[in-house]
């Protein structure tokens, strides 16, 4: 996974990322039936998707490849594409900046969506070609508004989980107001955060407990007391945890449960936004230290509600 720098690379990395076969028009108005024949989407309830390659410091000399393919919730395939065909489709001789800089629009039935993606580097031989067809090791489900756009990022980290919603400058805004009232939970810096009325509290998938927007600086009020959990001895509390936090990243839907799959929300919780607080990937040395705390926001941009989970030791 050596890098240099992109002038010395071009020829090299070039020749590599032009292999692969055509995986469709990843810009097509989609099309997708249940019964396995296409049928036509109503324009006006048509959304976007735009994907874009994390921003790396160089490039890779061997060169990359991406498969990626995108489905509704119950598993039609809307579209797949390699990116270099992607980027082979938008220029007959694209420079390297082209690879690296350029943005996919997958158009996409509104509502849930699923994009998944297998990411190879090449590492002496060229990268292997991914299957766009078949499985793909990341996944990322996300819900498309009418009209509207959702951004995923594909990172180069080589896992299972190199699909991501980037976060906004109002989401790292929100996570940063919602830690500096952790560690000093007053009536001042709640007013900093935009509480609903009731914010409803939760481990894993369970909601266990509620506090009034009058009595959110009470800490007392954030520990949910049970027995365990993930094999953990309660009380537990998303506060004290934000408190003690170090760096962090900030994580937008669904995301894996460190190295397992995704975690569903709770069941009433299901299609709200979802801004999630980790601790960074660097800052820890195995899942054992891995948390997150989410919160789920209400079209009217209030978090109602605050979910912890823990790995599972």
Known sequence: MARMSKRLA??????????????????ETPTAGSDGRDAPVDPASVGVVTVRLEAVDGVFIEGFEVG?????????VIGSTLWSDFIAEQSTDPSMDDYYDSVLRQKVPAGP????????????????VPDVAGDLRCRLGIDVPAGGEVAVEV??????????????????????AFLTFAKDPTAGAAAEVPFADEVALGLGREIHAAVARTQIADAALWSIHVDSFRAYVGPFSALDLAADSGEVAVLLGEHPHCAS???PPPADLAGMRRVSVQP???????????WTIDLFITPEGKIAAVTLDLWEP
């Open 10 to 27: 071009v020829a090299a990395a070039m020749g590599i990322l032009a292999a692969g076969a055509c995986g469709g028009d990843a810009d």
């Open 68 to 76: 990626l393919r995108f489905e509704t919730g119950n598993g039609d």
């Open 113 to 128: 969506v699923v994009v998944l993606a297998t990411v190879n580097v090449g590492t002496g031989p060229a990268p292997e």
């Open 155 to 176: 990172s180069f980290d080589g896992g299972d989980d190199c699909l991501r919603q980037p976060a906004t400058a109002a989401d790292e805004a929100l996570i940063q």
């Open 261 to 263: 799959p995704p975690m």
């Open 280 to 290: 960074a990937a660097r800052s820890i040395d195995s899942c054992i230290q891995w």
